[in-house]
């Protein structure tokens, strides 16, 4: 029993391996995006934002050293932005309704979905990571590795926020609202590109949104992690948040509850 | 006319649908649905565009849950035993369902990987589907590449691997020229011929039925007549099925032409 479990989520994975191999220019753009943040974006604010000793460094550090765990996680935002907009194409195009006749439990099958979504995602934000690397950006060896199960946690929790997303927006040109209303307040009301005291001198409010802010959540644990550091409040903030996301899609994606219905109405 | 309700599980008819009712919103899409089907039997569910087949077909394959009735699928209810039910059952939608980028064989072992077969188990079995499906040569071609009856066959290859003992086919030749058309048809009459599978073939067109199969006419949401081809004319008092359902749907039945395609 546990077998058939394991291949379902090999199959889920090796078809999302698959498509993603099939679209190129998806990889090509999702390593695009945090690059040229990176090259230019983080060139020219360097003498304008000036960042002091705060953990998890031990040193002054560059404005491209800051912002670097902040654009890993961008990447896993617009993976988990990028497999909610797959899933609803695929709602459109039937192939969803494969999946979710298969026997094995929903929520089960969504978990799956998610875990292929990070997969996919965990991969780009190590390639990112290695071209930073050439760019100067180089953390401590260790943190390579110390990063990874940050990145699955976070990766997950983003993944479940598309899942969620996705069981709402009813049709892909709705899409274009997502990025408006979820992934720009998201990564600008985050520590992604100013830590959260700069923030808080222009604005106590805002600071407060942006520590409860779940995407703050997950580049502070991805920054800790590649210095070789835990941040306790961050991965307890971002497990929080994960369950909270994973439980509302598949609530939305229960047949009893009826989103799926009214969606399709009428068959 | 429904076969017995209480047979014991062993006899279970294939698929035993019981005063299935469903409404969106305050539009009622079924309105107290009862009719089986048993194993081995070709059934043709048949019904103008709108009159709530697909409707039907998403309660069955639990897209939709169905709130009240009971929908049985070999004496497992698809409400309380999902997993039972929706592994005795392969189903083709109207709906294209393959990934157009993805070739035959790994169409069809994701859908393998779905129903929890192992890999090595699914490999020999996809070989023997393909080739009684006459697409052997086609296995590793993109679905893209293929015409529109090769790909209906993919899908009714597809929806045997994991040995259903139900098919249900929601109008599966849509868009078909003559030749693949009856090539489905045959097909699917052989599967409920050798192998005893119980298929419900949903179509609103009356040539695809034929003299000897089950019929069960749906219109606004209501089963008319269900029965054999025969006791369905006979009692409606015309000469043929197309006469017959004139006269149960009426001349001026609606014809909301396209209406309730997803």
Known sequence: MIAAYLHCLRGIIVREGLRFVHQRERFVSALVRPLVWLFIFAAGFRAVLGVSVMPPYDTYVLYEVYIVPGLVAMIQLFNGMQSSLSIVYDREMGSMKTLLISPLPRWYLLVCKLLAGVTVSVLQAYVFLAVAWFWGVQPPLLGYLAVLPALILSGLMLGALGLLLSSFIKQLENFAGVMN??????????SALYPLWRVRESSPLLADICAVN???????????????????????????????????????????RGLMERRGAPG | MNAPANEPAAGAPALAVSDLSHAFGKAKALDGVSFSVPAGRFAALLGQNGAGKTTLFSLITRLYNNRSGSIRVYGADVRQQPSVALAQMGVVFQQRTLDLDLSVVQNLSYHAALHGIAPGVARPRIAEALARAGLDDKARQKIRTLSGGQIRRVEIARALIHRPRLLLLDEPTVGLDIGSRQDILDHARLLCREEGIGLLWATHLIDEIADGDQVIILHRGRVLADGTVEDVVRQSGADNLRDAFTRMTGPTGPRTAGGGKP
Do not use: N, W
């Open chain 1, 181 to 190: 209303f979820v992934i720009f307040p998201m990564f600008f009301a985050s």
């Open chain 1, 214 to 256: 779940p995407f703050t959540q997950a580049v502070e644990l991805i920054r800790f992690a590649l210095y070789g550091q835990f941040d306790l409040v961050a991965c307890l903030g971002l497990a929080g948040y994960l369950v909270l996301f994973l439980a509302c899609a598949i609530i939305g994606y229960d047949p009893a």
